[in-house]
């Protein structure tokens, strides 16, 4: 399968910080990537074979970064940083500073190490698990979470919502890429983004502050995912 346009690896993403984004690579900057790489090394996305730091880290942080640059918005190496940890917290169990983490817990740890904004961000774009939320069963619960998360973003402020609307469009993109593979876990993942996208993330994108670059980018996404969708729907499995 080929490699999407958008995976770049670590050196081009530097490159891209250094020449294209004008931004200086500082030890902020250098411990996020650190932190980013011991978390997410060697996982791979739903096709078992794209690397996750590559085809979505990286991805997600330059479209934030360009994102700011396009509205003449402040960009800081803090901004940087979230954007590069904003998937942390779903897997720090696997930071290889197991003394720090067991110890004051890796919230703490990232607050310790980046500060309090940082570690903010990381946790209102947290999923919390299934298990904590109520439901007669795994369908309701799914929905009670995602009532719950929605209801995050709405009162987020501007940084939270760029990076959770990069990261969204980052994973539907993967997912229209990876659609002609007719596997179970793409299938279902297609359409919770779509339903998802109706439900919520078209509207919030035009929701105070307003960002409709990205409505233009989920929508004309959305409108691929669909349409593929619906062309396969007879071919694609949904039991096994």
Not at 44 to 53: G, K, M, P, W, Y
Not at 79 to 102: F, G, Q, Y
């Amino acid at each position: 399968m080929r490699k999407p346009d958008y995976a770049i690896n670590r050196q081009e993403f530097l490159s891209f910080l250094e020449k294209e984004a004008k931004l200086r690579i500082d030890g902020f900057i250098e411990g996020a990537i650190e932190v980013a790489e011991e978390v997410h090394h060697g996982v791979t996305r739903e096709d078992a074979v794209s690397l996750f730091l590559e085809t979505h880290t990286w991805p997600v942080a330059i479209d934030v970064v360009k994102h700011y640059r396009s509205v003449n918005r402040t960009i800081t190496s803090v901004e940087v940083a979230s954007a590069i940890l904003h998937d942390i917290l779903e897997d720090n169990d696997r930071i290889l500073d197991s003394h720090k983490t067991n110890e004051y817990g890796f919230g703490a740890y990232l607050s310790y190490r980046f500060g309090n904004r940082v570690q903010d961000i990381a946790t209102q774009l947290k999923i919390r698990p299934l298990e904590n939320f109520t439901g007669a069963n795994n369908e309701e619960r799914e929905l009670n979470r995602f009532r719950e998360y929605c209801a995050i973003l709405i009162s987020s402020e501007y940084d939270v919502k760029t990076i959770k609307l990069a990261d969204r469009l980052n994973n539907m993109k993967f997912i229209l890429g990876v659609a002609q593979m007719n596997k179970k876990v793409i299938y279902d993942k297609m359409k919770r983004y779509m339903r998802e996208g109706e439900d919520f993330y078209l509207a919030y994108t035009m929701l105070q502050p307003k960002l409709p670059c990205f409505y233009t980018n989920i929508r004309s996404t959305y409108e691929k995912l669909r349409s593929i969708y619906f062309e396969q729907t007879l071919t694609m499995p949904q039991s096994q």
